[in-house]
Structures are given as structure tokens and as C-alpha cells.
């Protein structure tokens, strides 16, 4: 639809904005669960293509961040066993939900080429854009 379009446009612009204004941010997308099935489906991102536009909860840092619901800061990407690889050039990962209306929607998505770059003012900050696409999902 194009209510659709125009948010997708939206969340596009925060992907591109945020990869380019960051350093540390080299790969950035939003998964969103899929209808009602336990699954999350990628959404607008900005960055290498993925192969995984589709991942089960519970599988990899995304399937693990749709059922706890809590932020998942992965400082080495190598030393997680649960872990999905897009890139061989990602060093570390954020994750971060999107609630609406108290419910896990989806969720930020970050890839960073460089080693422990998340810091706690990473976790606000997109937790402060989080809530803002929140308010767009609603409206
Ligand atoms: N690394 C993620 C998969 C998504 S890609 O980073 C784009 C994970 O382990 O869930």
C-alpha cells in the first residue's frame, strides 16, 4: 500500500542516516515479526545484501532479542555459538527491540566491521530511535 511505501521510506532514511553519521555503523536494518508467525522478515536496511530475510525466534543475536525482549550488545561476534553470519567483515553486533504498545514488534539491527565498539551511549541513543519508530508504526 502506499501508507506501506512511506513508512518503509522513512525507515530507509534512518538506516542511511545512521550508517553514514556513525562510524562504527556499517551495516543497518530493521526485522519486523512476521504477521503471527514466530519469525522475524527484514525490513529496510542499508548495507551488504543478506541472505537472511527470514530468521526463526530464538535462532542467532535477532531470533534471541525477539524472545527476551532485551537489547543484545555482542562485543565479538565470534565468540557467540547462537550466531547468524551475514558478513565476514562483522566484528560485532546491536540489537535493539521496538515496542508497541508493550509488545516486541521487531526490532535495530547494527553490524559493525570494528572489534567492541558498542558502548552504553549507543544502547540510548537507539533506544531514544527505537521509540521514535515506534510512534511511526503506530501513527
Ligand atoms: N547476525 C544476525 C543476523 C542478521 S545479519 O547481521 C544482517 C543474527 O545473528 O541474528
Same mark, same amino acid.
Given at each position: 500500500?502506499?501508507?506501506?511505501?512511506?513508512?518503509?521510506?522513512?525507515?530507509?532514511?534512518?538506516?542511511?542516516?545512521?550508517?553514514t553519521?556513525?562510524?562504527?555503523?556499517n551495516?543497518?536494518?530493521?526485522?519486523?515479526?512476521?504477521?503471527?508467525?514466530?519469525e522475524l522478515?527484514?525490513?529496510?536496511?542499508v548495507?551488504?545484501?543478506?541472505?537472511?530475510?527470514?530468521?526463526?525466534?530464538?535462532?542467532? %543475536?535477532?531470533?534471541? &532479542?525477539?524472545?527476551? !525482549?532485551?537489547?543484545f550488545?555482542?562485543? $565479538?561476534?565470534?565468540?557467540? #555459538?547462537?550466531?547468524?553470519?551475514?558478513?565476514?567483515?562483522?566484528?560485532?553486533?546491536i540489537? %535493539?527491540p521496538?515496542? &508497541?504498545n508493550?509488545e !516486541?514488534?521487531?526490532q535495530i539491527?547494527? $553490524?559493525s566491521?570494528t572489534? #567492541?565498539?558498542?558502548?552504553e551511549?549507543?544502547?540510548?541513543?537507539?533506544?531514544?530511535v527505537?521509540?521514535?519508530?515506534?510512534?511511526?508504526?503506530e501513527?
Amino acid at each position: 500500500s502506499q501508507q506501506k511505501t512511506a513508512l518503509n521510506d522513512k525507515l530507509l532514511a534512518i538506516c542511511q542516516l545512521l550508517e553514514t553519521t556513525i562510524p562504527h555503523y556499517n551495516w543497518v536494518g530493521f526485522y519486523f515479526k512476521n504477521g503471527d508467525k514466530n519469525e522475524l522478515k527484514l525490513g529496510p536496511y542499508v548495507g551488504e545484501p543478506t541472505d537472511h530475510d527470514i530468521i526463526p525466534f530464538g535462532k542467532g %543475536i535477532c531470533g534471541q &532479542v525477539a524472545i527476551s !525482549n532485551k537489547n543484545f550488545v555482542v562485543a $565479538d561476534v565470534a565468540a557467540q #555459538d547462537n550466531y547468524i553470519a551475514c558478513s565476514i567483515t562483522v566484528k560485532a553486533e546491536i540489537v %535493539i527491540p521496538i515496542f &508497541v504498545n508493550g509488545e !516486541n514488534m521487531g526490532q535495530i539491527d547494527i $553490524d559493525s566491521n570494528t572489534p #567492541d565498539p558498542f558502548t552504553e551511549a549507543d544502547e540510548r541513543f537507539l533506544e531514544f530511535v527505537c521509540a521514535k519508530v515506534s510512534a511511526l508504526l503506530e501513527a
